[in-house]
């Protein structure tokens, strides 16, 4: 593979759309436009976005990665060492031209929503911060990346949004905590090896992915609190706790056949995300 295949493997192709779709989607259900902001952003989430989150956490977590037997394919690659430094060169180089224009064309909250997004992503992988590290912190801070791209869509639109739409952004965050946790439980042998802590190293499998199944219905009942197309975006968390509650009593020696439940996880976003897309529309053109 040639050194740009490489960057691109590095920045997750699968999962470009899980941080451009929050921004584009918010950007456009409450500005009701398309416009340069918007293409922008959501070429700036789609790519250099996600080239710095992966990228950087692929740099430094080498170690762990070389222990890890999942590593190798749409789950993330091991960067060689001699594309470490160009990976962090191209990572941070390539988002600034968007960061730029974006604080340019926007206001100064939008800015600060921003600017945290941005952090929360180095924040999450680099020396030390690596608040990948800390227990709870970790799930919180993955949770912020594909939030936040929300909430700065929403700002950056500058349309005041009623409180049915602040708590569909809150049920988003839990979501997010909820996937962060299941996903690191598959990782708990590869990240004590490596000496790396998480949320799942720290509680235990069992423990985690009952947190993550808790986290999934609270965000559920959160949505359904907000009427009758909240409690139809509700329902789309129970693909998410059918993937995750087969492994609910699952011991810390057995924690790798999580990555079953993983592997399922990367297909029902897609769905859900084409269900979410519909309901999106419906209440669009209903009003």
């Known amino acids: 593979m040639t050194t740009l295949g490489r960057l691109v493997a590095s920045s997750r192709p699968l999962s470009w759309v899980n941080t451009a779709y929050p921004f584009g989607a918010a950007y456009l259900l409450t500005a009701g436009r398309l416009d340069l902001r918007a293409v922008v952003g959501i070429v700036f989430f789609l790519v250099p976005y996600n080239l ?4 950087v956490n692929d740099v430094f977590d080498y170690e762990s990665d070389l222990r890890n037997p999942r590593k190798g394919g749409v789950e993330g690659i091991v960067l060689d060492r001699s594309l470490h430094r160009v990976t962090l060169w191209a990572a941070v180089l390539l988002p600034v031209p968007f960061v730029l224009w974006l604080l340019a064309h ?18 999450y992988s680099a020396p030390g911060l690596r608040f990948k590290e800390r227990a709870f912190v970790d799930s919180a801070t993955s949770s912020t990346h594909f939030v936040s791209p929300a909430v700065y869509g929403v700002v950056l639109a500058g349309v ?20 962060h946790a299941f996903g690191a439980v598959q990782d708990v042998t590869a990240d004590r090896a490596a000496g790396i802590g998480s949320v799942a190293t720290v509680i235990g499998a069992r423990a985690t992915v009952r947190l993550s199944c808790g986290l999934y219905a609270a965000a559920g009942l959160l949505l359904a609190t907000t009427g009758t197309w909240g409690l139809l975006a509700g329902l789309l968390v ?10 609910r009593s699952l011991s810390d020696a057995q924690a790798p056949r999580a990555n079953g439940g993983w592997r399922r996880f990367l297909w029902i976003n897609y769905a859900v995300g084409f269900l979410l897309t519909q ?7 209903l009003g």
Not at 52 to 55: E, K, S, V
Request: glycine share 8%.
């Open 160 to 179: 005041a949004l009623p409180w049915q739409g602040w708590v569909a952004l809150l049920a988003y965050f839990l979501w997010g905590m909820a996937s």
């Open 106 to 123: 926007g206001s100064l909250a939008a800015g600060v929503v921003l600017a945290v997004s941005v952090a929360a992503v180095v924040a």
């Open 238 to 247: 129970l693909p998410y706790l059918w993937m995750a509650w087969p492994y």
């Open 52 to 55: 710095l989150m992966y990228g």
């Open 279 to 285: 309901l999106l529309i419906a209440r669009w053109l």
